[in-house]
């Protein structure tokens, strides 16, 4: 039985609820455990949380991705090149895709 609890009540944006369900698909695959997952995501909340308060919204979730990168860093599952890599990919299809046309990235 998984131990992950729901915590997250509300999305403000899609991309809230989609890193979301990765983090928790990712638990529920066994690549970490969800006692791993706070504890890292505290920390990285704590360290963000130094210099203002977290709105609980894009912040938040900014946060949150920055430390799912980190687990799968450390748990050579997504490398921090590769990761860059494929943000940059997206950004470059989503901001030459004409406006109301699905984004796909390019092959390769």
Known sequence: MSETPH???RF??????????LTVALNEAGHFSWSDWTEAFG???ARHGL?????????YFAAWLETLEALLAARGLA????VEATRAAWEDAYLSTPHGKPV?????
């Open 104 to 108: 796909k990235l390019k092959a390769g």
């Open 79 to 82: 490398a921090p090149d590769q």
């Open 7 to 9: 915590p997250v009540t």
């Open 43 to 45: 920390a990285t909340l």
């Open 51 to 59: 210099s203002r308060d977290l709105d609980g919204g894009a912040d």
């Open 12 to 21: 403000d944006e899609p991309w809230h609820a989609q890193v979301f369900s």
